[in-house]
């Protein structure tokens, strides 16, 4: 089955305490990137990467790291997490990032809190 | 600035009836449009894709509709289901500058009752 993976699902963490949050595409997709979704927000873009080895800040980059080492996984580093990073993280992936009209697929989410 | 804004931002209605949710945009220059449906607990899912040229298009018991001059879409649901329950967000891609960059819309969160 065509899908983006994401683990965890849901995370409870502390401050300070560095994490990652795994995603993987099954679907060859060139195009990744991760977004948060807070209340009254609309999805905002923390990063996101073209193709393999390249990766580019998105509105929201402040406390985050990414990697694109494989074409099918994009992990989403917190090397310091704080409080204000309390939020549901969604992957998405595009067949490429050229076309304006390519769909994103997006992963089932993981909600992170951290105290 | 660019912006997409919904309304309403809550809908309640009955099982059967019909609903439109709204979508204003400031998004320019455009290129286009979409209409992504988000499960509780789920990723969005889209729905449809609107181009400029494009004025209405149809998914099922979903339309979407187009104005590309006054800046506004709509989405219709025709004869309801409790399935439908779900936050609906649309989600315009502007034309030029960063390729894939989306401005989403906060959503309209529908709630479809028995």
């Known amino acids: 089955e065509a899908q983006v993976t994401q683990n965890p699902r849901y995370l409870i963490t502390v401050t300070g305490k560095k994490l990652t949050v795994t995603c993987s595409q099954n679907?060859?997709?060139?195009?990744m990137s991760w977004y948060r979704q807070d209340p009254g927000l609309g999805l905002r873009q923390i990063y996101y990467s073209m193709n393999v080895e390249v990766t580019d800040k998105g509105d929201v980059p402040e406390g985050y790291k990414v990697s694109r080492k494989e074409k099918r996984n994009f992990p989403l580093i917190l090397e310091s997490p704080s409080p204000n990073q309390t939020s549901l993280y969604f992957c998405?992936?595009?067949?490429?990032?050229?076309?304006?009209?390519?769909?994103?697929?997006f992963g089932p989410g993981t909600r992170l809190t951290v105290l | 600035k660019n912006q997409v804004e919904q309304s309403p931002q809550s809908l309640i209605i009955l099982e059967g009836k019909n609903c439109t949710l709204q979508c204003n945009y400031t998004v320019s220059p455009f290129s286009n449009l979409r209409w992504y449906k988000q499960d509780t607990g789920r990723g969005p899912v889209s729905l449809t894709i609107m181009t400029f040229s494009e004025n209405t298009k149809s998914n099922g018991r979903y339309t979407a509709t187009l104005d590309a001059d006054t800046k506004q879409s709509s989405l219709h649901i025709t004869a309801s289901q409790l399935s439908d329950s779900a936050s609906y967000i649309c989600?315009?891609?502007?034309?030029?500058?960063?390729?894939?960059?989306?401005?989403f819309g906060t959503g309209t969160l529908l709630a479809v009752q028995p």
């Open positions: 989600v315009v891609r502007g034309y030029g500058g960063a390729t894939n960059k989306l401005i």
């Open positions: 679907m060859n997709h060139e195009y």
């Open positions: 998405a992936s595009a067949p490429s990032g050229s076309s304006s009209y390519n769909e994103q697929f």
